[in-house]
């Protein structure tokens, strides 16, 4: 099992979304203070295991005989996004102010601009006021460090997202760290990770797509409390904080990565699972506890030639095997994706209450 998990040192520990083959693999109020929804980024190399490894059995049946409940992500983004353009007409009507989002783009990849687009929507439908800045591929980092002041320093926005990956030549760190913390609606800061992990104090806000998973966890009723978590993958964006979330709600967590030995029967133990690392269906069926919960929280590009755009969306669990074992699990697309947009919104809503002192 060891071999599954072959890990090498990278120059750039940078997630990004993996490309492979169809044939290799099988087919009201402020809404985060209410529900109180409450590492570093090594570059690990994740290997998908073989046609021949054990990791390829499949399960028939389902604890109790039946098929999992789908959690589906969008209705429940639709709710709160819903509770969020309530409060922001109540802030219009009361104080003529409304919530301002700034997202700085380096470059012209076209996955940021996808992403970048979804975000701008979302915030068009509820009432948040957009600014982008954008910069060419070979601008200085100072330069995206003056970009970065001035939208601190501009009392119009309350919220302020880097679109990462950012270019190799500017050390992304340092402009995470830049953004002021009052300001940083991903949730990246030190301040706000570190008072993420330590007892007893609480971030002026968690990175949305954590934030996101617990968010749909509660709404779907899953008790998390005492329960055991396993989180595969640990990366700065979500893999760490998804962890210290749940222990907030006092699960007792796991981290498997891929440097964990026996990572199938460690995470076979789980009542809670929760994926991310960019490899799609590396998490089987035999890797799951029958009845567990699983959110998937991986996005990956799989090449397929039988449709128009070349590739289809699929997560880091194989969804057909797992559907057949668990009690429950996000679909990819349509499962973790459209709540954490709806975070990043709240976020950008709590943010400008603070600023504005608007109860």
Known sequence: MRGLWAASWRSLGRKTLHSSTSSSSPSSSSLSSNLKLLGPNLPDVWMVPGPSSSAFRSQSSAANGQTANVINGKPIARAIRAGIANEICRMKETIVKSPGLAIVLVGGRRDSRTFIRVKLKACEEVGITTYVEELPEECTEDEVLRVVSRLNNNPSVNGIIVQLPLPQHVDEERIINFVSPEKDVDGFHPLNMGNLAMKGREPLFIPCAPKSCIELLLRSGVEIMGKRAVVVGRSKIVGLPTSLLLQRH???????HSFTKNPEQITSEADIVIADVGIPNLIRGSWLKPGAVVVDMGTNQVQDPGIDQGFHIT?????????????????VPGGVGPVTIAMLLSNTLDSAKRAFGFI
Do not use: F, L, M, W
Not at 250 to 256: D, F, I, K, N, P
Not at 315 to 331: H, L, Q, R
């Open 250 to 256: 006092h699960a007792t967590v796991s981290t498997v």
């Open 315 to 331: 997560g880091d669990v194989c969804y057909e095997e797992a559907i057949k074992v668990v009690s429950a699990i996000t679909p």
